[in-house]
């Protein structure tokens, strides 16, 4: 296609240019219902290496410590079974999806609060 060849030619260019990076998709606010599953879509573009963090409520997730929550390949953050109840309510919250590339910087994402019904 004509993209892909654009592409290969800009990148054996010897100039090195600003590094284009953005985010792709960002997550929107999300109405969830207990028992199933909620997806906050987000993934950033670059050329370069890009690691996807999410937050929720200004606090860095830890992802490993959660079995209900985890990354999707693309860097959305998929909840697999939405947990609310009157007195616990872990997942309702504002979301905000934030990628870096070493040694270029950090951007961040809109935030996007999910809703359980």
Do not use: M
């Not at 290496?49 to 937050?55: G, I, S």
């Not at 929720?56 to 609310?84: C, E, P, Y």
């Not at 616990?88 to 999806?97: A, H, I, L, S, W």
């Not at 996007?112 to 019904?117: D, H, K, M, S």
Request: neutral net charge; contains cysteine.
């Amino acid at each position: 296609t004509a993209l892909s060849s654009s592409l290969s030619l800009s990148s054996g260019s010897d100039i090195r240019g600003f590094t284009p990076f953005k985010f792709s998709v960002e997550p929107v606010d999300t109405l969830a219902v207990r028992g199933l599953p909620a997806v906050l879509n987000c993934s950033a573009a670059s050329d370069a290496p890009v690691r996807v963090e999410w937050k929720k409520d200004g606090t860095f997730l830890n992802l490993v410590a959660d079995d209900r929550k985890r990354q999707l390949a693309d860097g959305s953050l998929l909840i697999s079974t939405v947990v609310h109840s009157k007195h616990n309510k872990p997942d309702e919250g504002v979301y905000q999806c934030v990628a870096t590339i070493d040694n270029l910087g950090t951007i961040s994402s809109r935030t996007a609060r999910l809703t359980v019904a």
